[in-house]
Every structure is written in C-alpha cells, then in structure tokens.
C-alpha cells in the first residue's frame, strides 16, 4: 500500500509539469482535406497572420511556427470526431480549418450526431464565393456554353466536386442547373477530397468542370490552369478574377457565399480560448493580415467568439432549410 501510495502522489506531482508542456506544445492548425485546397489555405493565412503577431506566444503556444497537418477523410468527419474523442478534446493550442461547407455537413448530420455546439468557434477568417471552371483549353467558353452542353449531352460532362451529392460544391451546380431548367439527376458528378483534388483531376481531364471555390480559383487562374466561367457573388470580385462575370450577369441567379475560419476542441481551458479568439481579433485589424487575404483568393469577414458562434449556429439552421427543400434530408 505505501509503494502504491507513493507512486500516486509522484503522478500527482507529475501533472502540472504534463499540463504545462501541453500547454507549450507548438500551435497546429489541422487541414480536414489533402494539400492544396481552401482549407489549406485557411491554416495557411492563420499561419501567417500569427507569425506576425507573435501570436503562438501569445496564446501560450511555444514560439516556434505554427504547424500545419493535414487529416483528409469524410469531407471533414475524420478531422471533426478526432477533435472532439476524449483524446484531443482540451488542446489548447489546435485550431481545425472549417467553411461553409463544414456548416452544410453538419446541418445534413454527415459528421454523425455531431451539432455546432460540440466544439468551441474561434475566427472567422474571411469569406469565399464558389465559383464555376473550366480548364484554359476547354471548348467552353461562357456559362452559357456549359449550360448548352449539359442540355443536350449531360453524360459527358464531367463535373469534379469535393465531397458527395449533398455537399456544398454538389449544391452550387445543382441549383445552377435547376436554375436553367436542368434536373440535376442527369448530370454526372465526380466525388474528391478536397479542392486541390478536384483541379489536379481536372488538369489530368479525368473532369472537365470543377464547381468549386473563389479561393481555390484565384491560385489556378493565375497560374492559367484553368478558366473560370462564372464567380457566384452578387457582384464581380476584385483581384484576378475581377474579368469574370457573374452568374446572375450571365442570366443565373444564384449566389453562394463562403466563410472560412477555425475552431477548437470542445473542452480547450476558457481562458486558452480567450487567448486565441483576442489574439485572431488583434492580428485580422492590421494592414498585412488584410493583404494576405486578399493574396489568399478570400474577402474581409471577420467574425470571433460568441458572435462567429451565434452566426454559426444560424448558418447551419438555414442550411438545414436549404438542404430539405432540395430534398436531400428527410
């Protein structure tokens, strides 16, 4: 009994020196899809916007950079129950990229039993438009000339999304589709992980469209893999796709706006979270994190705690609503 004794408080005496390396370990910022998305490039402008703050200090991270992991799988339900399982559920220092479409998953209950309030809403980073591509050498030109396309041979247009029927970039088209008439039934989709997927299966030509994300555009684009047809904002974007025509210019009228921002685990200390959320509010105010936004394809959306947590909640009702009339939830 004194042996086991002992060996108990040694262990007690061992756990403030645990909490306070967990409590050190270096800023993570988890990508729940492969290399190369919007996700991606969420951690990468939180990256970027802590740098410059000395925000991982200031959040009680070590000083080193923030790293950046990546947990494809489930378009997001892998990263998601990984986050909120009894294993990483208090991290104080893990941030989760989500979007909109993180929202969408949620509200259609493809993370499970999961709901908006199992996990604590940091920041919303910025904001995002999807958008409609082709490749730079597709036969389509305009909006107008897919929309042709679809109508008379459907099954031979490829269209790369990321995620299955029901996901955000599966509802952008479909709602394009039945815009114009188009049961979109008939039109054939290719389900990836993430938005980098889909564009290197489209420069593979493994599809010929990608219904995506501004962001994700804005990097392709530029670098003239690809064409975009049609951006879905009320009206045209600044910055490389400033020449891109709306949908609604082109006769469509369907918008689809994006936010894009981080979360953390459910049971993270009140005050690491505090930390993290003035933190994200002070490094969002200056001048270069406004410029790396834009450099990063997003527009200004700043939201953080209870305020993101409120709009969060709101989204995910009204995807909900979206979700039913489409007939994608029973």
């Known amino acids: 009994m004194t042996m086991l004794r002992s060996l108990f408080l040694s262990l007690l005496c061992l756990l403030p020196a645990v909490a306070a390396a967990q409590a050190l370990a270096p800023a993570e910022c988890v990508v729940p899809s492969k290399p190369g998305g919007a996700m991606d490039l969420t951690c990468k402008l939180a990256k970027k916007g802590l740098a410059q703050e000395g925000a991982a200090g200031v959040a009680g991270a070590a000083a080193s950079p923030m790293r950046i992991s990546y947990l494809p799988g489930g378009i997001?339900?892998?990263?998601?129950?990984?986050?909120?399982?009894?294993?990483?559920?208090?991290?104080?220092?893990?941030?989760?990229?989500?979007?909109?479409?993180?929202?969408?998953?949620?509200?259609?209950?493809?993370?499970?039993?999961?709901?908006?309030?199992?996990?604590?809403?940091?920041?919303?980073?910025?904001?995002?438009?999807?958008?409609?591509?082709?490749r730079s050498d597709s036969p389509y030109k305009t909006l107008g000339d897919l929309i042709a396309a679809l109508r008379q041979h459907p099954d031979t247009v490829l269209i790369g999304v990321s995620g299955t029927i029901g996901s955000q970039d599966w509802l952008k088209m479909a709602l394009v589709a039945r815009h114009v008439g188009i049961d979109p039934k008939v039109l054939r989709f290719v389900a990836l992980e993430g938005g980098g997927e889909v564009f290197t299966a489209m420069q593979a030509d493994y599809v010929q469209v990608v219904s995506g994300d501004t962001s994700e555009a804005t990097l392709n684009a530029s670098a003239n893999h690809a064409r975009v047809l049609a951006v879905l904002s009320e009206k045209r974007l600044p910055g490389v796709l400033a020449g891109v025509p709306t949908a609604r210019e082109q006769g469509v009228d369907v918008v689809w706006p994006i936010i894009r921002g981080v979360w953390m685990g459910p049971q993270v200390p009140e005050a690491d979270y505090q930390r993290w959320v003035a933190t994200f509010d002070r490094a969002m105010a200056t001048p270069q994190f406004a410029e790396w936004r834009a450099q990063a394809g997003l527009y200004p959306f700043a939201l953080t705690g209870p305020k993101l947590t409120a709009y969060v909640r709101k989204a995910v009702d009204e995807y909900a609503r979206q979700a039913t009339e489409l007939g994608l939830m029973r």
């Open 76 to 134: 997001g339900a892998v990263a998601w129950h990984s986050m909120v399982s009894q294993r990483r559920r208090a991290e104080p220092n893990t941030l989760v990229a989500f979007s909109g479409g993180s929202l969408l998953n949620l509200a259609q209950g493809k993370f499970g039993n999961a709901k908006a309030g199992d996990v604590r809403w940091v920041a919303a980073l910025g904001a995002d438009y999807g958008m409609i591509a082709v």
